[in-house]
């Protein structure tokens, strides 16, 4: 596309944001952002000018930031999801985020956000993530990673010999119960602590 100034950016956010179908890519969407971030200062006056979130539009920038191989699947429409591409920009590792992009392509947006998850938190490779995303898909559930200290890592394994559970049913058990609890009974437990 050629160099846009403002009224063709305004142009570009105003038909390719406000309807399901876009009829342009979401690179030359984020160019759009960027160009008028410049002109009007800050990504709050872009927003408030088109009517959207000031999330939204940091979220159409952050493309931007992808590897230029997978910014030309993007360009190209093989990724042509927002969510998915902000999930796949949040991978900083360049190999890894090419890897993750040819193997999303044709995957749900919750698929992506789980392997996003695991790649970056719990620093599985692409195809591990994959795999253990895939198997859970096919349970109907979600992956979900959750930060323990040591010491709170024994206990669990010690209650788990105890009760003849693995710790991932046991923490499961536990997370069942809790939210078998009145709503406003775990918002006071909340607050205590």
């Known amino acids: 596309m050629k160099l846009m100034d403002e009224k063709t950016a305004l142009g570009v956010l105003f038909a390719n944001t406000k309807r399901v179908k876009r009829s342009i890519d979401l690179v030359t969407i984020a160019r759009a952002c960027e160009l008028l971030i410049r002109l009007y200062g800050s990504k709050e006056a872009v927003a408030k000018k088109i009517g959207l979130s000031p999330e939204m539009i940091r979220e159409f920038v952050k493309i931007l930031t992808l590897v230029p191989e997978v910014q030309e699947l993007v360009k190209t429409r093989k990724i042509d999801r927002l ?92 997370i069942d119960q809790w939210l078998k609890r009145p709503v406003h009974f775990r918002q006071q437990s909340n607050r205590d602590r």
Request: charged share 35%.
């Open 83 to 174: 969510d998915v591409a902000y999930k796949l920009s949040k991978i900083s590792n360049r190999k890894l985020q090419i890897e993750a992009a040819q193997k999303t392509m044709s995957l749900p947006s919750k698929s992506i956000r789980d392997i996003e998850r695991l790649v970056t938190h719990a620093k599985m490779s692409i195809d591990e993530s994959a795999k253990k995303v895939e198997a859970s898909r096919l349970k109907d559930m979600h992956v979900l990673i959750l930060d323990f200290t040591e010491d709170q890592f024994r206990q669990i394994e010690r209650h788990a010999r105890v009760s003849g559970k693995p710790p991932v049913e046991l923490v499961k058990d536990v």
